[in-house]
């Protein structure tokens, strides 16, 4: 992986920050101009093609990231070698633990993944100066623990048709940061394989693709080279999670 560092800023906002959709939604959208100036002098833009491990389970933590695009997928291993997918990240989520010094997870690029890096003794030295960057940070924490309780519900008490449905609903709502949030339609290409889904969602690759085809026979979904899917009602698909 080669890491290409760009430290092109004005005396305003940095140049590379204009049009990050991270400044805005963001944790760095807590920060102040200085800050953000002082930010892009340690940070660097990534690349990463899809499956390759961008943090290690008991690695130590030297770094932090801001998803800019693609999908990152979140998960634990047992001693066994089995490993249980436990998450997805997307734009402009945090990647990393603040706190810790190791890492609990293994995360891995699910697509084409684009990321801006930057020192974990920068981000822990700016939290101390800014009680709003520390407070971003709690509140997307706090929004993880949410949707991981809501991902329980799916989990525990939905059919397998609601199961994949909230799971499609879920891509439609956050792979693309820059899409309208009152859009009543999307269009995405799955960031999972099939044997990824049945895995996230606790069913067979048989089950998942079942349902999907369901969906699809129903006009809720369309799917085209087997990974293209358009969503005609984000509301139709919503009311087939089960929500």
């Not at 891995?108 to 940070?137: G, N, Q, Y």
Request: overall charge neutral; aromatic content about 4%; charged content about 25%.
């Amino acid at each position: 992986m080669m890491t290409v560092r760009q430290d092109v800023h004005s005396a305003d906002i940095p140049v590379l920050c204009q049009s990050c959709e991270a400044r805005h939604r963001g944790v760095c959208g807590a920060l102040d101009p200085d800050q953000l100036v002082a930010l892009s002098k340690t940070s660097s833009r990534h690349k990463i093609e899809p499956g390759i491990e961008l943090i290690g389970d008991a690695e130590a933590i030297d770094s932090y990231s801001n998803v800019l695009s693609g999908v990152v997928k979140l998960t634990k291993g047992l001693s066994d070698g089995r490993q249980q997918i436990v998450g997805l990240q997307f734009a402009p989520d945090f990647l990393g633990r603040p706190f810790k010094v190791e890492s609990a997870i293994n995360a891995e690029a699910a697509t084409a993944v684009s990321l801006c890096t930057f020192p974990k003794a920068t981000i822990d030295r700016m939290m101390k100066e800014s009680p709003e960057l520390e407070h971003r940070l709690l509140k997307q924490t706090l929004n993880e623990l949410d949707d991981a309780r809501e991902w329980m519900v799916t989990l525990g008490r939905k059919t397998a048709s609601e199961k994949v449905a909230s799971f499609l609903l879920m891509i439609a709502r956050n792979i693309d940061p820059t899409a309208d949030p009152t859009a009543k339609s999307a269009t995405f290409d799955l960031p999972l394989t099939r044997a990824d889904i049945a895995d996230f969602l606790g069913l067979t690759i048989e089950t998942v693709s079942r349902q999907m085809t369901r969906l699809r026979t129903d006009g809720v979904i369309r799917i085209e080279n087997n990974r293209h899917v358009t969503v005609d009602s984000l509301g139709r698909l919503e009311r087939r999670s089960g929500a």
